[in-house]
């Protein structure tokens, strides 16, 4: 059974939901337009290339609004990611943007450490996010004033609170339009747009990430159970979805 077929189900209020989401984006647009007529949007979208990602995306190319797309391609994603973000450049209105990690920093990190660090400790496995995601996120967010995600409150426990606008870091704003939705409500947009999606989708990866850091869940799991399965639940965030004020300062150091 597909992940549409196992998950498209929409809620009562999903029409309302989908409209207070177009209608977050386009302000967003508008609120962050270049401030100079030819230069870049001062907003991007940040994508995983997971199921609210691609929804996100979706609705910017099919709204025409001027935000580019940047993907974190980390070095250590699935062969079914890099396929998914392949297609993605290829049709989208949007300009999307690759950010990899400083070669040096990855191969001097796998000289010391190993290739399998992230399971040695959990101190080495935000090392290892901080090289391959966190680095590359503050050049990603560079010159933005605000950024698109496709955080859920219905994901875990550490999001339940996730606003629609999080301006707690002033110099870079969150915008999260899909906060409110469900996991059938994704879903749902998905069949109903026939949009593409990440394969691994139909294997039972809700949440995909490094290919070392994910693996499938099973029937009654948690929905992020299958990120860093070996840790504690408390620990699982890589630090781009904590507060961003402390962790870009950390980033640039």
Same mark, same amino acid.
């Given at each position: ?21 177009? /209608? +977050?984006?386009?302000? =967003? &647009? ?10 870049? @949007? *001062? ?70 450490e190993g290739k399998d660090a992230m399971y040695k400790s959990i101190t080495l496995r935000k090392a290892c996010c901080q090289i391959r995601k966190m680095e590359p996120l503050s050049r /990603? +967010?560079?010159?933005? =004033? &605000? ?10 426990? @550490? *999001?339940?609170?996730?606003?629609l606008i999080d301006s707690t870091d002033k110099a870079s704003v969150k915008i999260n339009p899909l906060a409110n939705w469900t996991w059938g409500d994704v879903w749902h947009f998905i ?63």
């Amino acid at each position: 059974m597909s992940a549409v077929e196992l998950n498209a189900r929409a809620a009562a209020d999903f029409e309302a939901k989908l409209a207070q989401t177009t /209608a +977050l984006l386009q302000q =967003a &647009a508008r609120d962050y337009a270049p401030l100079t007529p030819g230069e870049a @949007a *001062r907003i991007s979208q940040a994508s995983s290339l997971g199921a609210e990602d691609m929804v996100l995306s979706h609705l910017i190319n099919t709204l025409q609004l001027d935000f580019g797309i940047f993907v974190l391609e980390t070095g250590m994603l699935h062969p079914e990611t890099l396929d998914l973000l392949t297609r993605l450049r290829a049709t989208s209105r949007a300009p999307v943007e690759v950010f990899t990690p400083t070669t040096e920093a990855v191969v001097e990190f796998v000289k010391r450490e190993g290739k399998d660090a992230m399971y040695k400790s959990i101190t080495l496995r935000k090392a290892c996010c901080q090289i391959r995601k966190m680095e590359p996120l503050s050049r /990603a +967010l560079a010159g933005k =004033a &605000a950024w698109i995600t496709g955080l859920r409150r219905e994901q875990s426990g @550490a *999001r339940a609170e996730v606003p629609l606008i999080d301006s707690t870091d002033k110099a870079s704003v969150k915008i999260n339009p899909l906060a409110n939705w469900t996991w059938g409500d994704v879903w749902h947009f998905i069949a109903l747009n026939k949009i593409d999606y990440n394969p691994l989708h139909d294997q039972f990866f809700p949440s995909i990430g490094c290919a070392p850091c994910t693996r499938a869940i099973s029937v009654g799991e948690d929905f992020r159970a299958g990120r860093w399965w070996w840790e504690d639940e408390a620990a699982k965030e890589c630090g781009l979805h904590v507060a961003q004020s402390s962790i870009l300062s950390k980033a640039l150091t």
